[in-house]
């Protein structure tokens, strides 16, 4: 089946880490997608896990655990920019991804 | 430029009318998709290419079709328009021999049936 589930809004500061998660359940996988979104624009491609662990590129990291169906987002030194949609997604078994519907982040000063 | 670009970006129009929205690409890449983002849900696939001679019905084509014209153009077609078909229009591209499959998005098409 397909199910992918993410917080529908999260609020952080300025300076400080927010981490983002999501959760999903299928019986096929060939991997986990981030992408951000700001408001108005196309998504853009944040990060790739298909293996369980962490992946760090630079202020933005993301985790992965095949088991558990659980990926996170982390952000660290948030800036005003990072205001955005964060969409989860993992590809199936078919190589088609399917998306959550997004995590909608504000930044407080 | 844009490498992904969708045309038109911004279209309103009354159930019943005919309507396409055209995709073209200048990154080279053989995979084209079109989804349909609505608020409080995911993107979903209407329909995607593989290859110029390669058509797929995606989680949601009923209502929708598609011509894939040449390797750098894929155009969606609403037959007949109506209300709920009312959303945001994202074509994208992958490259066939990139391990990640990402995605590339045009800018999207926000339509509005009346």
């Known amino acids: 089946g397909q199910n992918i589930d993410q917080p529908t809004e999260m609020t952080a500061t300025e300076g400080a880490i927010v981490q983002i998660n999501c959760t999903y359940q299928?019986?096929?996988?060939?991997?986990l997608f981030w992408y951000q979104q700001h408001a108005g624009e196309a998504p853009t491609f944040l990060s790739y896990?298909?293996l369980d662990g962490l992946e760090e590129k630079g202020r933005f990291s993301s985790f992965l655990s095949r088991s558990k169906g659980y990926s996170y987002l982390l952000l660290k030194e948030l800036q005003m920019k990072d205001s955005a949609s964060y969409l989860c997604?993992?590809?199936?078994?078919?190589?088609?991804?399917?998306w959550g519907a997004g995590t909608k982040l504000i930044i407080k000063p | 430029d844009a490498d992904v670009t969708q045309t038109p970006r911004n279209r309103i129009t009354k159930t019943g009318k005919r309507i396409m929205l055209e995709c073209s690409q200048t990154?080279?890449?053989?995979?084209m998709y079109w989804y349909r983002q609505d608020p409080g849900l995911g993107l979903r696939l209407i329909y995607y290419?593989?290859?110029?001679?390669?058509?797929n019905k995606g989680e949601i084509s009923d209502g929708y079709s598609v011509s894939r014209q040449a390797q750098a153009k894929f155009s969606l077609s609403l037959e007949s328009a109506i209300p709920n078909q009312t959303a945001l229009y994202f074509c994208?591209?992958?490259?066939?021999?990139?391990?990640?499959?990402?995605?590339?998005f045009g800018e999207g098409s926000r339509l509005t049936v009346l």
């Open positions: 290419s593989f290859d110029v001679k390669d058509i």
């Open positions: 994208a591209t992958s490259d066939t021999y990139r391990d990640t499959g990402e995605l590339f």
């Open positions: 990154k080279g890449h053989d995979r």
């Open positions: 299928t019986s096929g996988f060939n991997g």
């Open positions: 997604a993992y590809m199936d078994s078919n190589y088609q991804l399917i």
């Open positions: 896990n298909v």
